[in-house]
T-cell receptor, first 112, second 113 residues
Framework: GDSVTQMEGPVTLSEEAFLTINCTYTATGYPSLFWYVQYPGEGLQLLLKATKADDKGSNKGFEATYRKETTSFHLEKGSVQVSDSAVYFCAPLGGGYNKLIFGAGTRLAVHP | NAGVMQNPRHLVRRRGQEARLRCSPMKGHSHVYWYRQLPEEGLKFMVYLQKENIIDESGMPKERFSAEFPKEGPSILRIQQVVRGDSAAYFC???????????FGPGTRLTVT
């Protein structure tokens, strides 16, 4: 069945460090891919998306490229801030393109 | 433009009671999804509805759980005879169409005592 694997957290970084959170997925066909972010006690916010191979999604300094060959969608940011501390979820749109498939998420902690 | 709204935000029920969770999708969205998040875990899909129709309920437990999205009013997730294992955060999302990005509400945190 459809699934997603993210690197385990927590990821702890200093402010202005480079961030990579790895994400690989298994899905039927070529689903749209999403990154969501969840701040403590809140719902999920859409961070970025890519809908086809080689698409690059970007938002607020975060980027991810849809790699069909490696079925990956790694999240990167060149310089993290304390305010980026949150849990990040990679999610392909699986199951007939109507349900998001979530992994356990990766917790990011950025300290000054 | 109001986002997805859920109420209540927090709900406490004793074992055996019923829990009713409400979700109003974003304006213009006719597709609603329910997900459940257990502590320290990702979200798990439960059910996908369009107005007056259940499209996919493959993630919904067979017993005690039901969902509806009537022609008028919010979508309702109903849990009958709650047990401690039902304690979780329940999130609703909506989208304008199939395959589109989903926008999430703030969630309802259910605690069963």
């Amino acid at each position: 069945g459809d699934s997603v694997t993210q690197m385990e957290g927590p990821v702890t970084l200093s402010e202005e460090a480079f961030l990579t959170i790895n994400c690989t997925y298994t899905a039927t066909g070529y689903p749209s891919l999403f990154w969501y972010v969840q701040y403590p006690g809140e719902g999920l916010q859409l961070l970025l998306k890519a809908t086809k191979a080689d698409d690059k999604g970007s938002n607020k300094g975060f980027e991810a490229t849809y790699r069909k060959e490696t079925t990956s969608f790694h999240l990167e940011k060149g310089s993290v801030q304390v305010s980026d501390s949150a849990v990040y979820f990679c999610a392909p749109l699986g199951g007939g393109y109507n349900k998001l498939i979530f992994g356990a998420g990766t917790r990011l902690a950025v300290h000054p | 433009n109001a986002g997805v709204m859920q109420n209540p935000r927090h709900l406490v029920r004793r074992r055996g009671q019923e829990a009713r969770l409400r979700c109003s999708p974003m304006k213009g969205h006719s597709h609603v999804y329910w997900y459940r998040q257990l502590p320290e875990e990702g979200l798990k899909f439960m059910v996908y509805l369009q107005k007056e129709n259940i499209i996919d309920e493959s993630g919904m437990p067979k017993e005690r759980f039901s969902a509806e999205f009537p022609k008028e009013g919010p979508s309702i997730l109903r849990i009958q005879q709650v047990v401690r294992g039902d304690s979780a955060a329940y999130f609703c999302a909506s989208s304008p169409g199939t395959g589109d990005e989903q926008y999430f509400g703030p969630g309802t945190r259910l605690t069963v005592t």
